[in-house]
């Protein structure tokens, strides 16, 4: 997955503690997402960005902030870190806004554990 | 809103064994539609993925989906599976925004 960059890879965490997950893609790609992946729930979309300036909800949101710094850039902030976000977060780019026919890429993740 | 459901949660085969596993979503629109794999320890990988056209997709590794529009369905198939075929497989939807929505997942299991 070369042109999807996460950092950090591993993290842990305190509870209460702040962190924030960076993203870069290098495919001058549109469409930002930041995914959580946790064993028997799937992928679950946090938030997503069409768009350079534009963010949206994704299917669980709360206890996260994004912001789209720019186009390459794409960050997922944890305010007040807690156990259940425990999880391994995934960002993925695609090129298309609201352009159907585009396939997403995904970075390799980054497992984080809050204790 | 656009949902996906994946109902086989865990599967275990033998070798050589056909393999199909279901995906159903829910959205009004047009829609795209894929498969990914993930490996032990591996992130995900598209296996194949529905855009127009052709129903009958065939992706990478031998593997192959339908996508039935009038069951909303797009399920994945793989005539004789391998042992290199464990990992787990992830149905997506993307209608016509920009929100891609996985399902849970199905835990595939094969052995020799």
């Known amino acids: 997955n070369a042109g999807v960059t996460q950092t950090p890879k591993f993290q842990v965490l305190k509870t209460g503690q702040s962190m924030t997950l960076q993203c870069a893609q290098d495919m001058n790609h549109n469409s930002m997402y930041w995914y959580r992946q946790d064993p028997g729930m799937g992928l679950r979309l946090i938030y997503y960005?069409?768009?350079?300036?534009?963010?949206d909800k994704g299917e669980v949101p709360n206890g996260y902030n994004v912001s789209r710094l720019n186009k390459r850039e794409f960050s997922l902030r944890l305010e007040s870190a807690a156990p259940s976000q425990t999880s391994v977060y995934f960002c993925?780019?695609?090129?298309?806004?609201?352009?159907?026919?585009?396939?997403?890429?995904f970075g390799e993740g980054s497992w984080l554990t809050v204790v | 809103a656009q949902s996906v459901s994946q109902h086989n949660h865990h599967v275990i085969l033998s070798e050589a064994a056909s393999l199909e596993l279901g995906c159903n979503y829910s959205y009004g629109g047009t829609v795209n539609l894929f498969w990914y794999v993930q490996y032990p320890g591996q992130h995900l990988q598209l296996l194949l993925k529905y855009f127009s056209g052709d129903p009958l997709v065939k992706g990478i590794k031998g593997f192959e989906a339908e996508f039935i529009k009038s069951k909303f369905s797009f399920n994945l198939r793989k005539p004789s599976v391998q042992w290199s075929d464990t990992a787990e497989y992830f149905c997506?939807?993307?209608?016509?925004?920009?929100?891609?929505?996985f399902g849970t997942g199905t835990r595939l299991q094969v052995f020799p």
């Open positions: 997506a939807v993307n209608g016509d925004t920009d929100k891609l929505i």
């Open positions: 993925a780019t695609r090129r298309g806004v609201t352009t159907l026919g585009n396939t997403i890429y």
């Open positions: 960005s069409a768009s350079e300036g534009t963010t």
